[in-house]
């Protein structure tokens, strides 16, 4: 079982910025699929960006504005987020699981509780 916490998010106002972490305790695997989904409301659950190994997935309307990375050491997962739009408000999910590949694909086995992101203009 792999437990996931996420912390970070709020309320900003657009243009903004926020660090979304994720801590995985015992979770030591940096070659393995880890993921950041938001889900806005009403709506379904999407990727945002997903890293597995030194491969990294982001979907379209965020590249260039979010980074996501690890701290193997610290067991922690991140998500800078930049130039926040209102678009961007959502519930954000850590994901984690054993895959090696695909990792943009939401096949995930764990799942944090989620942390509210916000955007206000």
């Known amino acids: 079982q792999v437990r996931l916490v996420e912390s970070g998010g709020g309320s900003v106002q657009a243009g903004g910025s926020l660090r979304l972490s994720c801590v995985a305790p015992?979770?030591?695997?940096?070659?393995?699929?880890m993921g950041w989904f938001r889900q806005p409301a009403g709506k379904e659950r999407e990727m945002v960006a997903t890293i597995g190994g030194d491969t990294t997935y982001y979907r379209d309307s965020v590249k260039g504005r979010f980074t996501i990375s690890r701290d193997v050491a610290k067991n922690t997962l991140y998500l800078q987020m930049n130039s926040l739009k209102r678009e961007d408000t959502g519930m954000y999910y850590c994901?984690?699981?054993?895959?090696?590949?695909?990792?943009?694909?939401?096949?995930?086995?764990?799942w944090g509780q989620g942390t509210q992101v916000t955007v206000s203009s």
């Open positions: 994901a984690a699981d054993f895959r090696v590949s695909g990792c943009f694909k939401d096949e995930y086995d764990y």
């Open positions: 015992g979770y030591t695997y940096s070659t393995r699929c």
